[in-house]
């Protein structure tokens, strides 16, 4: 056992008041790693079971130590103030639960009010809170992982810092951030599924989405069908077969350059209506359309263009 994961009871300790029901001696260790407490004469074990209260993280060094060392909440990004602010309660009660005297109250409901004033005291501050607030609704709406809604926050972050946001509706930049942070990670979203979210038209936040790419100077990588695939598959409940096939199917089409200048969605909608039927697992043009966010006509486009060129018997 080593030093780190056993530890001699201190004078506050309450080990110290415990003792060897076997030799009656209190000279005890206590192994928070296996969480018992044992006898250094007779080797028993007194107590087990025991609570680590300690932190959940290890440390090796001094300066490491003090790095995680913290209490509260953990800073956010999604935030306009990334959480580094007081929250003053509204109960009329003390730490203690006793209920506050009137004049007591009084003066937290002044401090509360003048808090915050204070908080959101520029109208950059009360834009940027409002805008994050609309970034998280958004990112809970499409079921966007906190990867996607942390960097739609650092993006409108950085555009409200090259002041891209003046003259442009808040609506569609928050819209246009959300979609360039789905595009960087690769969580494949449509612009006519973020729009729909918002009040702004889709022409309006296309264009606040090119403006976030020149300015900020993003590259963000072009949209695979392979990632709308595996999308599709799990809003049709379709099996693991039917992906692998579609996605088999998609493959063949890259290596004979039918993929060019085609939309992924597209693509992937036909390459799963088209295994669906192979693996006997039929979804009609208009299931998948839905699903998609295309018409038919394009699932049923794409589909006789791949059956036609690769030459896929359907039964």
């Known amino acids: 056992m080593s030093n780190a994961e056993i530890s001699n009871p201190t004078i506050n ?5 415990l003792k060897c029901n076997e030799c009656g001696s209190k000279n005890l260790i206590t192994d928070m790693a296996r969480g018992e407490i044992i006898c250094a004469n007779c080797g028993l074990v007194v107590e087990h079971h025991l609570i680590d209260s300690g932190p959940e993280w290890r440390s090796f060094s001094l300066a490491e ?3 995680k060392n913290r209490t509260g909440l953990p800073v956010s990004v999604t935030l306009h103030d990334k959480g580094l602010t007081t929250h003053i309660n509204s109960n009329a009660q003390d730490a203690l639960g006793r209920p506050l005297s009137p004049s007591q109250k009084s003066r937290m409901q002044r401090l509360r009010r003048w808090q915050l004033r204070t908080r959101l005291r520029s109208s950059a501050d009360r834009n940027l809170a409002y805008a994050l607030t609309e970034i998280e609704r958004i990112s ?8 996607v809604l942390e960097t739609a926050a650092i993006i409108y972050k950085q555009a409200a810092g090259k002041s891209l946001i003046r003259g442009r509706s808040i609506q569609a930049m928050v819209a246009a ?10 969580v494949p979203r449509s612009l006519d599924e973020i729009s729909a979210m918002t009040r702004a038209s889709k022409k309006e936040v296309a264009r606040c989405y090119r403006v976030i790419l020149a300015e900020l100077q993003l590259k963000v990588p072009i949209p695979k069908p392979e990632d709308y ?5 799990s809003e049709l409940h379709l099996s693991g ?12 089409a890259k290596r004979n350059g039918l993929t060019t200048g085609k939309d992924p969605g597209g693509l ?11 693996e006997n697992e039929h979804r ?3 299931e998948i359309a839905r699903v998609a966010a295309i018409t038919e006509v394009t699932v049923r486009n794409r589909y006789k263009e791949l059956q036609s060129n690769l030459r896929i018997e359907l039964h």
């Open 13 to 17: 300790d309450p080990v110290v008041a």
């Open 65 to 67: 130590d003090s790095r």
């Open 140 to 147: 809970g709406q499409l079921g966007l992982p906190k990867t």
């Open 177 to 186: 951030s959300v979609y360039a942070s789905a595009r960087l990670r690769r």
């Open 229 to 233: 695939c595996i999308r599709f598959a």
């Open 241 to 252: 077969k039917v992906v692998r096939k579609a996605l088999d199917i998609l493959h063949e």
């Open 268 to 278: 992937a909608a036909a390459c799963l209506y088209m295994s669906a039927i192979i």
């Open 284 to 286: 009609n043009q208009r």
